[in-house]
């Protein structure tokens, strides 16, 4: 580490992925060291670099989700970034290499430094829990999925009027109207425009976080639900973590498997456990995502955040004991892990939550290509699957799915 005053620029890794396209490179996203409330798109950065400036844990994690790679023993590994890390640099050698097509990016990792931003917080903190007795009161259960771009965004209002929000991905251009738009969901249920029971974030990844601060300060928020046990300091996790201790009282560190009933409806909390809720134990933070099972009637609600198809395919497996009859009667909703990327799905997955309602999350860039073709051929040659497949940047809408314990209906708003 260089610590001569050389280097006067610093960034963060906030994200790697594997480029669907050429299959043979990572893109890494880079968060440098600006001012900025937001984050919008075009704050980041995304450089791409050969397979062996990861570390092998990570390597093979993604290896684990994508078998058509090389093996991990067949690439020597320098093992330069990590995600969450933080790196210095010349500010204009940084410009200079962002700027450039060429994918052999290694000076721009070569100088790594302790992240000056902080995951501390000095709140409340508890487990999960029982967030409401159970009753007998039963009724409507509503999902609504957000065009948020390339991130995901859900609002969930329970038939005993508790509401969540799972995720944000709120630009700076679209926060004021991303607030309008969930209070006139509120009233529109006829419940307080001004209050949400318990936001989660599944993981702490730049697209699931952005923009959390606004929502936070136009709405009195009763929980805070995060995996507090996996690093990830960036400086918008930073940022969260600030707004959320001035203004939500109460912090449930979600790690590990646990239920939840608000009336007669139960959420199982699937992932994360022991096994996924820590970097030194899951390299991809990818896999250590919330993921929920929402059991209202016979409909099942899958929330997968980006979980990989091997987290998935373990921790919902139960699914297959279900009897025929209800397997093939009752109606499940999936939101299709990681934005509908090779890495979240397979038919496996199909298999075991037999959704008939699938919604993707997914925006334009170019960069991520998602949904991956492959997955959207998989999803509309499954028997299982009823049409259309909703993906968020054709539809350009919000989206309402109503779940009355037998059926699901949904339309675009």
Known sequence: MNTNGKYDFGFSVDEIFLDEQSRNKFGVRLIPDYN??????????????????????????????????????????IEIIEQGGYYKIDR????????????????????KDKSPYSEETNNKIENIKVLDKPSKEFGNLYIYCFNVGQGDSFLIIFPNGSVYVIDTNIC??????????????????????????????????????????H?????????????LDYSHPIKPVEDLFNIARANIPVWLNCNKEAQIFEGETRIDIRNPDAN?????????INDSSICLCIYHGKNQAYLTGDAGHPIINTKYD??????????????????VSHHGSKSGTNDRVLDILNPSHCFISAGHSSKYNHP????MALLKSSLIVEKPVIV????????????????????CL
Do not use: W
């Open 172 to 213: 700076y251009d679209r926060a004021d109207r991303y607030v309008d738009c969930v209070k006139r969901i509120l009233s529109s249920h006829n419940l307080p425009n001004d209050r949400i029971k318990a936001i989660f974030f599944t993981h702490k990844h730049l697209d699931h976080i952005r923009g959390a601060s």
């Open 392 to 411: 968020s940047k054709v539809i350009e809408r919000y989206i309402q799915y109503k779940f009355d314990g037998k059926g699901i209906s949904y339309r």
């Open 276 to 284: 996924t809720s820590r970097k030194d134990r899951t390299p991809d």
């Open 92 to 111: 204009k050698e940084f410009l200079n290499n962002i700027r450039t097509t060429d994918y052999q990016k290694e000076v721009l990792f070569l100088n």
């Open 36 to 77: 900025s409330l937001y984050f919008p798109p075009y704050h980041t950065r995304v450089v791409y670099v050969p397979s062996e400036y990861l570390s092998k844990e990570f390597y093979s994690a993604i290896h684990n989700k994508n078998e058509d790679l090389p093996g991990a023993n067949e690439i020597h590994f």
């Open 318 to 335: 139960d699914m297959l004991t279900n009897k025929v009859f209800e397997r093939t009667h009752n109606k499940n909703f999936l939101k």
């Open 372 to 375: 991956s073709p492959e997955i």
């Open 215 to 227: 929502l936070i300060r136009n709405f009195k928020i009763e929980y805070f639900v995060i995996n």
